[in-house]
Nanobody, 124 residues
């Protein structure tokens, strides 16, 4: 069983930055692919970024490429999402997710564990 706890959300002006953190329990963090997803009010959950286990391959949604960076600190069992140049359309609840395997995925259905989410609001 893996428990994920996100933090770092908040209110920020457009153009600003936030760093989200996701702390994971368990002894197999290093080998797990991790992902960030977001869900805006009235919209479906969408992929934001993912990092594989072991070799740290990365993938990003087109809408965040060049602005967001996903990283992980295996010693701390934590994955991060650095968000720069934030836009009002980035406003959403952001969720951390973990896979049982090491391959990253852009599909929410392929993640086995989810955090409770952290709210990000970007004002214009």
């Amino acid at each position: 069983q893996v428990q994920l706890v996100e933090s770092g959300g908040g209110l920020v002006q457009a153009g600003g930055s936030l760093r989200l953190s996701c702390a994971a329990s368990g002894r197999t963090f290093t080998s797990r692919a991790m992902g960030w997803f977001r869900q805006a009010p009235g919209k479906e959950r969408e992929f934001v970024a993912a990092i594989s286990g072991g070799d740290d391959n990365l993938d990003y949604a087109e809408s965040v490429k060049g602005r967001f960076t996903i990283s992980r600190d295996n010693a701390k069992n934590t994955v991060y999402l650095q968000m720069n140049s934030l836009l009002p359309e980035d406003t959403a609840d952001y969720y951390c997710a973990a896979r049982s395997g090491y391959r990253l995925s852009v599909w929410a259905s392929e993640y086995d564990y989810w955090g409770q989410g952290t709210q990000v609001t970007v004002s214009s």
